[in-house]
Every structure is written in C-alpha cells, then in structure tokens.
C-alpha cells in the first residue's frame, strides 16, 4: 500500500469513527463562564429588588459578557481532544445559534417591546432548549442542566419577589453544576 492510499483509508476511518461517535468534548469552563455570568446578573437583579445597593447593570453586565466570551474561545482554543465529534459540532452550533438568536433579541427587543424582567425569562428559556436538545443527544447532565434551567425559568413568575433570584438558582444548577460534573468526570476518567 503507498502513502496516498494509506493516507485516504486513515481519513475515512477518521470520518466514520467522527460520525459514529456520540461524545461530547465541551470544555466546561465555557459553561461555567456563562452560568456564573447570568447568574451573576440576575444575583445582582434580586438584590437590587431587595433594596440592597447594587450597581447598575450597565456598570458590570458588558464587561462580565466579554469576560465570558474571552473565557469561552480560550478554553476551546486550549481544549484538543484530538478529534471533534459530530456531537460537538452539532452542541457548538445549538450554542452559538441560541446565544446568537438571544442576544439579537436582547439588543433590538429589551426596553423598547420586551421588558427586562421577560428578557431574562427568553435568556433562561432558550438556553434551556439548548441546553435539552445537546443533552438529549450526548449528556445526562446537561439534559438535567437544561431541566432545572426551565423548571426555574418556570417557577420564576410564581415567585415574584424572589423572579431574580429564581432565575440565578437556574443558572447554577443549568450551567455551573453540569460543568463541575463534567469537569469532575473528565479528571476521574
């Protein structure tokens, strides 16, 4: 066999090991970044509602957001798992589309026709629906991530004293603690 024939073999194992494989290799330190990041933001929602002293969400959201997008493309950047899934093309795309579609809502939407408080219902809901469709494919935890994201996103409105921090015990519990999970599972094999 010469090299350009061995080389061409390789590459369709490669491609039909990629398809076949159902693994998701997403850093969790992208999902940790964007967990703590709402909740952050709906942390300090609640506590202004509370009357507590909090600073204006303009003062911190922009740069928490870049933080977390600065975080996100370093850890995909450093994350090589030697090959890329079908899965993770597919949970990359979920993503990037949900955040995509959420953020134009949120710049053209948020005060002009949808009020704040539902901005961040459209927030937890669509990450929810990304979070249930990559879990349904690849990942238990994130499966359960996105369940606790809807089940607060739901319970919000119910409590509507608490609707911030409602909102910022979903973000743990969708996005923080499936990172930890997975970043547990991936250290201990």
């Known amino acids: 066999m010469d090299e350009t024939t061995a080389r061409h073999d390789l590459a369709l ?57 600065v975080i996100s493309v ?5 994350h090589d798992t030697g090959r890329e899934t079908r899965t993770d093309t597919q949970a990359g795309i979920t993503f990037g589309a949900a955040f995509g579609v959420l953020l134009l809502v949120n710049l053209t939407a948020q005060h002009r026709v949808i009020p704040a408080d539902a901005m961040s219902l459209f927030w937890a809901g669509g990450m929810s ?46 996005l923080v603690v499936p990172a930890v999970v997975l970043r547990t599972r991936r250290t201990h094999g």
């Open 74 to 78: 370093w850890a995909a950047r450093r």
């Open 13 to 69: 194992v490669d491609r039909i090991l990629r398809d076949v494989d159902r693994t998701l290799n997403m850093p969790p330190l992208i999902l940790l970044a964007w967990g703590l990041f709402a909740a952050i933001v709906n942390g300090v929602q609640q506590a202004r509602a509370l009357g507590v002293p909090a600073p204006s969400d303009g003062s911190f959201q922009l740069p928490l957001m870049l933080l977390a997008i």
């Open 129 to 174: 629906i990304a979070l249930l469709a990559v879990g349904l494919q690849a990942s238990r935890p994130l499966l359960l991530g996105g369940i606790a994201l809807l089940a607060a996103a739901a319970l919000a409105s119910l409590v509507p004293a608490w609707f911030h921090g409602t909102l910022a015990l979903g973000w743990v519990a969708g």
